[in-house]
C-alpha cells in the first residue's frame, strides 16, 4: 500500500501564497501520475492539478495561471503553489497519486488524509 502525507496547509489572506506538499511512502514500484483535488463547503471534489510521470500537467480553469504544481522523482514528493490566492480556492486539499506497488499488479489510486486551505482576511 501506499501512505501519502500533506502538509503545508493553513491560513493565508485574499491575494496571498501557499505551498501544499505531499509525501508518498511504501512498497512503491513506481508512481504514475500525481495531483491534487480539493473539496470547498458543500460542493464535490474537484481536481486542482495533476502531473503525469512525463511532467505533462493538467490544471482546473480555475487556477490556471495561479497554480503550479511540480513532482520530485527521487522524493516521491508532489506541491502545489498555490498564488494569488481567493476565498473561492479555500478548501480541503487531497493528495492523490496512481501507483504500483510490490503488493499489486496493478495501478492504484491512493489518497491522502487531506489539508486545510483557508483563505480569509
Known amino acids: 500500500q501506499v501512505q501519502l502525507v500533506e502538509s503545508g496547509g493553513g491560513l493565508v489572506q485574499p491575494g496571498g501564497s501557499l505551498r501544499v506538499y505531499c509525501a508518498a511512502s511504501g512498497r512503491i514500484v513506481s508512481i504514475y501520475s500525481m495531483g ?4 470547498g463547503p458543500g460542493k464535490q471534489r474537484e481536481l486542482v492539478a495533476r ?6 500537467t493538467n490544471y482546473a480553469d ?4 495561479r497554480f503550479t504544481i511540480s513532482r520530485d522523482n527521487a ?8 498564488n494569488s490566492l481567493q476565498s473561492e480556492d ?11 506497488t510490490t503488493m499489486s499488479r496493478t495501478v492504484e489510486s491512493y489518497w491522502g ?3 486545510q486551505v483557508t483563505v480569509s482576511s
Open 75 to 82: 522524493k516521491n514528493t508532489v506541491s502545489l503553489q498555490m
Open 36 to 39: 491534487w483535488y480539493r473539496q
Open 90 to 100: 479555500t478548501a480541503v486539499y487531497y493528495c492523490n497519486v496512481y501507483a504500483l
Open 113 to 115: 488524509q487531506g489539508t
Open 51 to 56: 502531473i503525469s510521470s512525463d511532467f505533462s
Open 62 to 65: 480555475s487556477v490556471k495561471g
